[in-house]
Every structure is written in structure tokens, then in C-alpha cells.
């Protein structure tokens, strides 16, 4: 461990050196992705904990990673943007084109199941998921049509390879900002998600499905965190300072 922590130090300083400190920050509720600038003091305070404890907490995830050897993962901060680039698609888009379309019709059952008992916070859950599904099919589609493949080209280009694409969209920084709105919006939509199912606590007469349907969204809800960190935190920071002036 190389860096003093303290109130000051910020969440996305940590979580884009230390990936393994992501686990802290879900522990405690914190945003490290879309509110990845703040520092420890201002999102303890915000999350009413202590920040003595926190920063503990963070300093023990460290330690106990860098007493293992085979858990480094890559530095995204140097790696080539085009590696970055199919590193979110191969992992984090695959995984959303593939658990979508599969929660959606897991929402539809639980809602026929349960319906009679859950109604009320079911069709919300079903709603809220149904404009998830929407919004993020529209998000992944831009990326991986428009922006990624541009970011790649201008890449290329610096490095002295084809000529420099062309860009609709003006500077980098216009549909980035686009980018980064959509992410704030899905996050909130899975915050409030989880407040109707109340922290997607099982109502005693749940079935498997419907236990089946809190554990997916969960991990969508934690594979999105991951997904729209390396994007607000790294690639998109790293394509707007690449770009001449
Ligand atoms: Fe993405
Ligand atoms: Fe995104």
C-alpha cells in the first residue's frame, strides 16, 4: 500500500488505483462511479458513517490484496484506449445484451406469480425495470455504433495510423457529457429499484424465481457500477485529455 488515505483522498482516486476497493465502497452505499469525485469525508458523512471506520475498512482491502499475488488486474489508466474499449465491450456490454432481455422475462414471471400477493411493488419493479431495459439498449447501441469506435480511430490516429475520423458530434467532450447523463439516470433507476424492494429483502412466501430475480438484479446493479466507473473514470477522462486542442 503506496498512498496516505485520508478525508480528503477521493472515492475515484481509489477505485481506479485499487479496484479492490469497490467492495468497501458497495459495503457502505457509496457511489464510486457516477459520484467518483467526491472525498472519503464528504461521502461518510453523506452515508452517516464513520470516517475513521472507512478509511480502515479501505486501508484493510488493500493490505489483504497485496498480500496476494494472482489478484492484480490490469492498470487501465495505461493500457491503450482500444484495450479498454473491447475490455467494456467484451465484458460489460456482452454481459448486459445477454442478462436484459433474461431479467426482463424473469420480472414478467415473478409479476404472474406473485402478482396477487405483491402487486403493488411488483408492477413498480416491472416499470422501473421496463425503462432500465429501454434506456440502456439505447445507451449500450450509441456507444458501440458512435463513440467507442471513434475514440478507438482517434487512438489510431495520434499513433500515426489512417487519417483522423470525422466527428459529427464536435469535440469528444459533447456526447461523453450525453453519455454520462444516461449513466446517472440508469443508476438512479436501480437505487430506486432497490427502494421498493426495500433492499430486495424476500417477502416469506417468495419462490425461487423471485429469489432467483433479487440476485440478478443485484449483480446487474454491482456490474454496472463497475461498467460505468471504468467508463466516467477512465476511458471518457482519458479520450477528452487525448484530444488536441
Ligand atoms: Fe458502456
Ligand atoms: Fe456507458
Known amino acids: 500500500m503506496s498512498i496516505q488515505i485520508d478525508g480528503n483522498t477521493t472515492v475515484r482516486e481509489l477505485v481506479g488505483r485499487y479496484p479492490q476497493t469497490r467492495k468497501t465502497f458497495e459495503k457502505y452505499g457509496i457511489d464510486y462511479c457516477c459520484g467518483g469525485g467526491r472525498c472519503l469525508a464528504e461521502v461518510a458523512q453523506e452515508r452517516r458513517a464513520a470516517l475513521p471506520d472507512l478509511v480502515r475498512d479501505i486501508e484493510a482491502a488493500l493490505v489483504e490484496t497485496s498480500t496476494r499475488t494472482a489478484t492484480a ?3 487501465w489508466y495505461a493500457a491503450p484506449l482500444h484495450e479498454l474499449s473491447d475490455h467494456i465491450l467484451q465484458v460489460h456490454h456482452a454481459y448486459m445484451h445477454e442478462a436484459l432481455p433474461r431479467i426482463k422475462e424473469l420480472v414478467r414471471k415473478v409479476l404472474n406469480a406473485h402478482g396477487a400477493h405483491h402487486g403493488a411493488m411488483l408492477r413498480q419493479v416491472s416499470d422501473l425495470y421496463n425503462a432500465l431495459d429501454t434506456e440502456l439498449t439505447n445507451h449500450l447501441r450509441k456507444e458501440e455504433e458512435v463513440l467507442f469506435p471513434y475514440i478507438v480511430a482517434a487512438e489510431a490516429h495520434r499513433q500515426g495510423g489512417p487519417k483522423e475520423p470525422p466527428a459529427c458530434f464536435g469535440s469528444v467532450g459533447n456526447p461523453i457529457r450525453q453519455m454520462e447523463a444516461e449513466h446517472e439516470s440508469a443508476g438512479e433507476v436501480l437505487v430506486q429499484i432497490r427502494k421498493v424492494t426495500s433492499g430486495y429483502s424476500l417477502p416469506d412466501d417468495a419462490c425461487p424465481t423471485f429469489r432467483a430475480l433479487y ?21 471518457f477522462p482519458r479520450a477528452i485529455a487525448a484530444e488536441p486542442d
Open 73 to 75: 488486474e490490469k492498470d
Open 215 to 235: 440476485e440478478e438484479l443485484e449483480r446487474m446493479e454491482e456490474d454496472l457500477h463497475q461498467h460505468i466507473h471504468l467508463e466516467n473514470n477512465i476511458l
